[in-house]
């Protein structure tokens, strides 16, 4: 697979790759790794979100506000 970018996007991805000592393909394909597993973590914690709504398992927003406050007291 072959992708472009930008002359910016390209010039970022050197130096944030430099600063990293890795080569520039080999620190887009460890960048572009980590999103697709934070994006399969998101949609798994998302679905076990709506599992539980539809369980009836959730938090009203006034009670969740009242936890956030008692929890910076």
Not at 2 to 29: D, L, N, T, Y
Not at 44 to 67: N, Y
Request: hydrophobic share 40%; proline share 3%; glycine share 6%.
């Amino acid at each position: 697979m072959e992708v472009q970018f930008s002359p910016e996007i390209e010039a970022e991805i050197a130096r944030r790759a430099a600063s990293s000592g890795k080569e520039p393909a080999k620190f887009v394909e460890d960048v572009v790794s980590q999103v697709l597993t934070d994006e399969a973590r998101f949609m798994e914690a998302v679905e076990r979100g709506f599992a539980s709504l539809d369980a009836g398992r959730f938090v009203e927003h006034d009670e969740v506000g009242r936890r956030i406050e008692q929890r910076f007291r």
